[in-house]
């Protein structure tokens, strides 16, 4: 890939490595916060099943997704920035370029089943773990008079169910760009089995 190092070319060759040295700490990142989302909401689900009076706990998933997707995406946008940085910047500085980020853009991989709309696995990780929570929740959050409970509390954990369902779809509108829609240069077709990007 490229050229060898010569004269002019030991400067932008040394970018990037360090470059794609970013790229992977970033995807493993990434692989380590989805194991981190399996990890969390297994863990209180597992919880939540044990008793039938702890589905006010998984009220915790929500709020604990949305800040795991929000690093999940962050890390996803750096490694399309530095994707393109290597494509438009570094690539025509190295005789015969840098020519894997160019070809991943120009032969993007297809998965699916043509005809019909695919699922894309980071939406069931995230906020598809979230909606499964809430719905588990909502009997016991909105039921007015459950138990012995006073009215503050079923008051206090709808209001939380209700931030809950804010931040799942403050989830779906981060997890868009990882799919392209608002423009990413680093489409759905780049993504790795740790998280999408380009890969070395």
């Known amino acids: 890939m490229g050229a060898p190092a010569g004269h002019g070319t030991e400067g932008p060759l040394a970018e990037f490595g360090a470059l794609r040295q970013e790229i992977l700490r970033r995807q493993a990142t990434q692989h380590n916060v989805l194991a981190l989302q399996l990890?969390?909401?297994?863990?209180?689900?597992?919880?939540?099943?044990?008793?039938?009076?702890?589905?006010?706990?998984?009220?915790?998933?929500?709020?604990?997704?949305?800040?795991?997707?929000?690093?999940?995406?962050?890390?996803?946008?750096?490694?399309?920035?530095?994707g393109r940085y290597i494509r438009e910047h570094l690539s025509p500085r190295i005789p015969g370029g840098l020519d894997w980020e160019s070809w991943i853009a120009r032969n993007p991989a297809r998965f699916g089943i043509p005809g019909l709309l695919w699922v894309y696995a980071y939406y069931v990780t995230y906020p598809g773990?979230?909606?499964?929570?809430?719905?588990?929740?909502?009997?016991?959050?909105?039921?007015?008079?459950?138990?012995?409970r006073p009215l503050a509390v079923?008051?206090?954990?709808?209001?939380?169910?209700?931030?809950?369902?804010?931040?799942?779809?403050?989830?779906?509108l981060l997890l868009r760009r990882t799919t392209g829609s608002t423009g990413t240069s680093n489409p759905p077709a780049q993504t790795p089995p740790t998280g999408p990007g380009p890969t070395p």
């Open 39 to 82: 990890t969390i909401s297994g863990a209180v689900f597992s919880f939540t099943l044990t008793g039938a009076s702890r589905s006010g706990f998984l009220l915790i998933v929500p709020i604990s997704t949305y800040m795991l997707c929000s690093r999940f995406v962050e890390d996803h946008v750096g490694i399309g920035q530095l």
């Open 154 to 172: 079923t008051v206090g954990l709808s209001a939380v169910w209700m931030l809950g369902l804010s931040a799942t779809a403050l989830c779906c």
């Open 129 to 148: 773990v979230a909606v499964l929570a809430l719905g588990a929740a909502a009997p016991s959050t909105f039921t007015i008079g459950h138990g012995s």
